[in-house]
Structure formats: structure tokens, C-alpha cells
């Protein structure tokens, strides 16, 4: 079992053109820890989880394993298993000798790899399988077999990359629930990559959110923290606007007035909306970014609007069954940019209607205009 330390951690793929792809990444993981990393596709998320596995060389800091500097060892002795998104499964190989070739290669005793063989099997329910080749195995037992192709080599570290994106909609929902049974039953450090918003909420201990490095920016890695930390307290707009589905609405307005608790925010369209924040480092006049999810606006009518209300016009509305959802244009929105209600009963609106939402102040978040939040004093929840 392993903790891993990531300590100034720069990519650069070609110095020729100076463009890092990771810059300044600080990670402190703890064994037995389940780590998720998320970010919009080529941010570098590979790129990490190949340089901790040694496939890819660090260009500049640190990869600790349990005290133990990793950057020149190389990725046999680093003793970390690593699954990939295609299973990549010798396909004239029954699932016993996919999982036992990595070991059989280790001239590991043959007793020993039956037990351990059988054991992966055992936790994967894999054991009625054990002779059959992967072409007569569903996506989501070909997937097993990756994960026991790597259980076997009892590594401290598992690493894995978007593991469940080839799968369909249903067996992601049962090989989650099994990665989650399996991180418990292994008590293992887990890394795992994933753009999918409910694995990382569900599976993570801590989610690691990278943007695409800007040029100029002092790093990539946007927030490091518990799932629901990053869901209430997003350090800035990148993370509030990746975390959380359907995504937070953003709207444009200047500061009204500064309270230690909260403020008044007037938004580009003259509403006046109340934030629960403390923007005490603000001035009046400030221009600023106000947030709210879809899945905390209430009826305007209703007690929980205590931070004001905004208008707009109904685009569409989708019914889920036990979701209701309208998308409607307000002109204090980003350009382009929808402003949804999600609502747990039907609402008597379609599209073209004029509608009114109730925002509680509890509910907003507060960005200045380099796009950091100030915190937020109060967090809500619905009554
Ligand atoms: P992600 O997994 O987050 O989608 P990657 O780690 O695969 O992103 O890629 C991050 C960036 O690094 C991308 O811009 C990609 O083009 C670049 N990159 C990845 N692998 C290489 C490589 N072997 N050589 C040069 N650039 C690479
Ligand atoms: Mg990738």
C-alpha cells in the first residue's frame, strides 16, 4: 500500500516550442485514498497518470511513492498496475492466461499464480470464465479481466483511464458500483481518470480538477478536494462551471453593496440579487460573476427566495419523468450561454413563455473578474 506525493510537477512534451502541458501540479495522496481526476479532454490527465506509472518522463519535480524519490525508476519497479480504456487483451488467450501472462513472464511459481488467479476471479466474479476467450465475453467482463490482469500483480498503486468509457450507459452504473466494492475490498490507492461528473462525485475521496494550461498561468491544477467541497466551496469559475450537471449559471453584474455576510449584486439586467459571501476584499462597483445551480432555484413565490429572482424566456423544456428541466435565455447570461431550472415536479411552462425563477441567497456564489470566488458564508439547503 502506497502514498504518493507529487511535488512541482511540470510536463513538457517538446521544449523545442517551450509549451508546457502540465505545469506546478501539488498532490498530496494518501494511502488507501481514491483519487479522481477530471478535466476537459487533452488537459493532461493521461499525461499524469502515465508519468506517476514511469511511462512518460517527468520534466521537472518530484514523484514520491512512500518516501521513496520515483522519477528514474523505472515502471517495472515502481510496482503499479495500470488499466487502460481499451482492455487491450491477448485475444488468443483464455481470461486465466490473459490474467496469469504477467506473471508466467516473472517465472512466479505456478501454485502462486493459480491463487492469485483465482482469488482476482474470485473478487471479479469472473470464476465461471476462467476458459473462455475475450471474444466471448460481454464489454463489461473484458473490462474485469483488465482490472484482474492488474489485481494479480498486487501492486500498491492502481491507476486507471477511463476505464467504463466504452461501456454502455447500464454496465457503467454496475462495473461503478463494483470499482467502488473492489476499492474497499483492496483497501488500495486508487488513482482513476474520468469525464464522467457522477464516477468522479460517487467514487472519489478527492477529485483533482485540471484545466488546459494557459500560457501563463502558475498551474493547471484548478482545486484538489473532497467531492462535495468542490461541489459547495469551487475556489473559482472553471471548477464551478465543470462540477455539478447540468452546469452552474453564470450571470453578469456589478456590486451593490458589501456586508460581511453577504452582498447585493446588480445584474447587467437590473435585477437585484442577494449573495450569501463575503466580498469584503470587493469594492462597490465591481464588475462580477454571480452563480447559482440549476438545483437550487426555487418558485419566486416561495419563502426560499431570499435572494431576489431573474426573468427570462423559455427556449425548451425537457421532462425526464422524475426530472423537469427549462432552458431559458436571460440577458445577464454569458453570450450564448442557456439559463436552466431543474425542477423535481412538471411546471406548467413551454417554450416562448416569460418566466420567473426565485433565487435563494444561500445558493449563490460570487466571482470576481479574474474569476475567483469569494467565500461563500452560508451553504444551502433545501427545506
Ligand atoms: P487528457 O488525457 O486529459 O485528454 P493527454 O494527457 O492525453 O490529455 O494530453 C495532454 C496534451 O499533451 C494534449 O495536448 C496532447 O496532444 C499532448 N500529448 C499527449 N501525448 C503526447 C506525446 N506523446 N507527444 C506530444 N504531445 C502529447
Ligand atoms: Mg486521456
Not at 128 to 156: D, H, N, T, W, Y
Not at 190 to 216: F, G, R, W
Not at 269 to 274: D, Q
Not at 346 to 354: F, H, K
Request: proline share 4%; with cysteine; charged share 25%.
Amino acid at each position: 500500500m502506497a502514498d504518493v506525493l507529487l511535488s512541482k510537477v511540470r510536463k513538457n512534451y517538446n521544449p523545442a516550442i517551450l509549451k508546457d502541458t502540465l505545469r506546478n501540479i501539488n498532490l498530496d495522496i494518501k494511502d488507501g485514498d481514491f483519487i479522481v481526476f477530471v478535466g476537459p479532454s487533452g488537459c493532461g490527465k493521461s499525461t499524469l497518470l502515465r508519468m506517476i506509472a514511469g511511462l512518460e518522463d517527468i520534466t521537472d519535480g518530484d514523484l514520491v511513492i512512500n518516501g521513496t524519490r520515483m522519477n528514474d525508476v523505472p515502471p517495472s519497479k515502481r510496482n503499479i498496475g495500470m488499466v487502460f480504456q481499451s482492455y487491450a487483451l491477448y485475444p488468443h488467450m483464455s481470461v486465466f492466461d490473459n490474467m496469469a501472462f504477467g506473471l508466467k513472464l516473472q517465472h512466479m511459481d505456478k501454485k502462486e499464480i493459480l491463487e492469485r488467479v483465482v482469488k482476482a476471479a474470485d473478487i471479479l466474479g469472473l470464476e465461471a470464465f476462467l476458459e473462455r476467450k475475450p471474444k466471448a465475453l460481454s464489454g463489461g467482463q473484458r473490462q474485469r479481466v483488465a482490472i484482474g490482469r492488474c489485481i494479480v500483480q498486487q501492486p500498491s498503486v492502481f491507476l486507471f483511464d477511463e476505464p467504463l468509457s466504452n461501456l454502455d450507459a447500464a454496465l457503467r452504473v454496475k462495473m461503478r458500483l463494483e470499482i467502488s466494492k473492489l476499492h474497499q475490498d483492496l483497501n488500495a490507492t486508487i488513482i482513476y481518470v474520468t469525464h464522467d461528473q457522477v464516477e468522479a462525485m460517487t467514487l472519489a475521496d478527492k477529485i483533482c480538477v485540471l484545466s488546459p494550461l494557459k500560457a501563463n498561468a502558475e498551474s493547471n491544477l484548478e482545486q484538489f478536494g473532497a467531492p462535495l467541497e468542490l461541489y459547495n466551496h469551487p475556489v473559482n469559475l472553471f471548477v464551478a462551471g465543470f462540477i455539478g450537471s447540468p452546469k452552474m449559471n453564470f450571470l453578469k453584474g456589478e456590486i451593490l453593496s458589501i456586508d460581511e455576510k453577504s452582498s447585493v449584486v446588480k445584474l447587467i439586467t437590473g435585477e437585484r440579487i442577494t449573495a450569501c459571501v463575503d466580498a469584503s476584499r470587493a469594492s462597490v462597483g465591481d464588475k462580477v460573476i454571480l452563480g447559482v445551480r440549476p438545483e437550487n432555484l426555487v418558485k419566486v413565490d416561495s419563502a426560499e427566495a431570499t435572494g431576489g429572482k431573474v426573468t427570462g424566456k423559455v427556449i425548451v423544456t425537457e421532462n425526464l419523468g422524475a426530472e423537469f428541466y427549462v432552458y431559458m435565455e436571460s440577458g445577464a447570461s454569458e453570450i450564448g450561454s442557456d439559463f436552466t431550472v431543474k425542477s423535481e415536479s412538471e411546471l406548467a411552462i413551454t417554450a416562448g413563455d416569460e418566466f420567473t425563477v426565485g433565487i435563494p441567497a444561500s445558493a449563490c456564489h460570487l466571482f470576481d473578474e479574474a474569476g475567483i470566488a469569494f467565500p461563500r458564508t452560508e451553504v444551502y439547503k433545501r427545506s
